[in-house]
């Protein structure tokens, strides 16, 4: 339980930073994208770049700082026998994975565009989905079996 | 558990340094805010879509920059296109006319007049003006041209000479001249067979009424 969350901790960090880079790109502070290719600038000057009045990228960050935090969180001596963090570590993840499922979709098929570091994010997202799936499905068997 | 702490605050200062890097990281090469203006032209007159011999030429001087251009040519202009100029009636003349608040005008205009090098200047004037996002983030919007240039089947390598060079600096100044000497003061702006269209409403039917009346005297 403990290597699982602790994966999950630094896989959402590693997410909360594309995030904040495509943010921070978005807000102005950053000027250019490191994008390898310029799919990356076509995406983010999109109309589809913003989601509820805020940046894509914005709830991206919130996205993985809460994960971050659960994650931490379930690392405390006192919620690491809980099931709590890694029930809801499974459901934010299952969120944002459809979330930027989506966002891909759009991207691929209505933009046109391909942005590598939206990729990156749906890698890791993805990644954090299956470790906290195998977490939570061998809490069961733990339970189930004690 | 503490390795794992350490780790973790290793990576955050890591992640953390990578991103101030990136935030004081030039931009990428680009426009400096604009294409520096070459003091000759060779007497071009802009690009033209539509029948030679229609018996009405529209002039638009327009900023690649502007807002009210776009709304333009992404609203209007499809109408325009389909009623007067595929039917024969007008031939559209398009000059360009940067205007100097904006950073970068001239350097989207150079990168029409680079498309129109390869005969994509109309589709090129399409993607800058459908994907005007570029003009409100006052970032470098070159890689942006760039990809749009590729969308529309320009070859790249010819691009990036033509940008690189900025041979078309000089049609660009000259067309912002010649606007100056006919008294455009805003963008867009029409001249109608010669004559400036005064009406600041630019809805696809004023052009049509426009059109039937000069079309109607000549009958």
Request: overall charge positive.
């Amino acid at each position: 339980m403990t290597r699982h969350r602790q994966a999950i901790a630094f896989l959402s960090l590693a997410g909360l930073f594309v995030a904040l880079y495509l943010w921070l790109y978005k807000a102005g502070v950053i000027g250019s994208l490191a994008c390898g290719t310029d799919g990356c600038e076509v995406v983010q000057t999109s109309r589809y770049a913003v989601f509820l009045g805020l940046p894509v990228a914005l709830h991206g960050v919130v996205g993985y700082a809460l994960l971050l935090a659960v994650s931490l969180v379930g690392l405390q001596p006192r919620w690491l026998v809980r099931p709590g963090p890694t029930l809801a570590l499974v459901a934010l993840a299952t969120v944002g994975m459809l979330f930027t499922a989506y966002l891909n979709y759009l991207a691929v098929f209505r933009i046109g565009a391909l942005c590598r570091w939206c990729v990156a994010s749906a890698v890791i997202i993805t990644a954090i989905w299956v470790v906290a799936l195998h977490a939570w499905k061998r809490e069961q068997g733990a339970g189930s079996s004690s | 558990m503490k390795r794992f702490y350490l780790a973790l605050a290793l990576a955050a200062v890591a992640g953390g340094g990578w991103l101030i890097y990136q935030a004081a990281r030039p931009p990428a090469a680009g426009p400096t805010g604009a294409v520096v203006p070459l003091p000759a032209s060779d007497g071009f007159a802009g690009f033209t879509m539509g029948s030679d011999s229609a018996p009405v030429e529209i002039v638009e001087y327009a900023d690649f920059e502007c807002p009210a251009c776009a709304q333009f040519a992404t609203v209007q202009m499809p109408t325009v296109r389909e009623q007067l100029v595929a039917t024969g009636r007008v031939r559209w003349r398009f000059r360009d006319f940067p205007l100097p608040n904006h950073a970068f005008a001239r350097y989207a205009s150079h990168a029409a007049h680079c498309a129109g090098e390869q005969d994509r200047f109309w589709e090129m004037h399409d993607q800058l003006f459908h994907n005007h996002s570029w003009a409100q983030t006052g970032r470098d919007p070159s890689r942006l041209f760039r990809e749009l240039a590729r969308s529309v089947g320009i070859d790249l390598d010819r691009y990036d000479a033509c940008m690189k060079s900025a041979r078309h600096a000089g049609r660009i100044e000259a067309s912002k001249q010649e606007g100056d000497a006919r008294g455009v003061n805003g963008t867009p702006t029409f001249f109608v067979n010669g004559r400036l269209l005064t009406t600041r409403s630019w809805g696809s039917d004023v052009f049509k009424s426009v059109v039937d009346s000069i079309t109607s005297r000549g009958r």
